[in-house]
């Protein structure tokens, strides 16, 4: 009696074969995968960075004071920090770390401790003295930048064009 041969599983062989090229491809595409998820990064963090200074006008409105959301462009720390009103207590302020690779940069000088501040007074308007712009920028240039609107109630997200480094749009 002949026994007949089960076909159902893979050889060595072909297992070896299917693992080679995984990794093959794996290889081409990992360089795209990593500006793929860097790009990420960059707009996430934009993102943050404008909810943190939309955050501080409503902060400013919501509680009569003026909140301030600060930059650190040699660190790459930003935060917010609001003075406390009659009866309520000093709240923590909120303060966060830019990604690895990732820069500030801002058309507005610099105060005494090294940081670009964005004032909103208790109205919600914008400090005269508050930047233009204040943008989050990959080591490549290419960045999202936040405008000053026209109506001194806040910013704008807008790209940039990466060789010009100037406004290409403004979201509205």
Do not use: C, H
Request: hydrophobic share 40%; aromatic share 8%.
């Amino acid at each position: 009696m002949t026994r007949a041969r089960s076909t159902a599983g893979l050889t060595l062989i072909e297992l070896i074969l299917v693992m080679g090229l995984l990794a093959t491809i794996l290889a081409v595409a990992s360089p795209s995968l990593g500006r793929f998820f860097a790009g990420r990064n960059m707009v996430e963090e934009s993102r943050r960075v404008y909810a943190l200074v939309r955050y501080g006008r409503n902060v400013a409105i919501e509680r009569s004071v003026l909140a301030e959301v600060w930059f650190d462009p040699q660190t790459g720390r930003y935060g917010l920090t609001a003075t406390a009103s009659a009866g309520q207590a000093n709240e923590q302020p909120i303060e966060w770390q830019l990604g690895e690779k990732l820069r500030f940069e801002t058309d507005a000088p610099l105060d005494d401790q090294g940081r670009v501040v964005i004032r909103y007074w208790p109205d919600g308007t914008l400090d005269e003295e508050s930047p233009e712009m204040i943008g989050v920028r990959e080591e490549s240039g290419q960045g999202l930048d936040l405008f000053r609107r026209a109506d001194g109630f806040g910013y704008d997200l807008g790209e940039i064009e990466e060789e010009a480094n100037k406004p290409l749009k403004r979201a509205s």
